[in-house]
């Protein structure tokens, strides 16, 4: 299973997804028999990689958010205890 195949929502995946659309529309039956798989497969992989991405944006964004609260609180301990 994937997400919905909506290309504004994975820009990195749009050429595969087109890809993938056409073959289902082209082959309606051949695609239960397998027709369309290499694209479903090479779809998968560009969902993770594109999904390892924004992790890895996210865990440094985190990171820094989480240093900034650290000086935040060293801030008001040190204010709090004048």
Partial sequence: MHPPLTLHKHPMCAEIIEQFQK?????PIAK???ECTDL???LDR???AEK???RKANFEESK???E???ILRK???ASSSQ
């Fill in 40 to 42: 479903k497969i090479k």
């Fill in 23 to 27: 073959c289902h529309v082209e082959h």
């Fill in 32 to 34: 239960f028999f397998g």
């Fill in 46 to 48: 560009c969902f993770r």
């Fill in 52 to 54: 390892a991405l924004k």
């Fill in 75 to 77: 801030e008001n301990a």
């Fill in 68 to 70: 900034q609260l650290r």
């Fill in 64 to 66: 820094k958010l989480k």
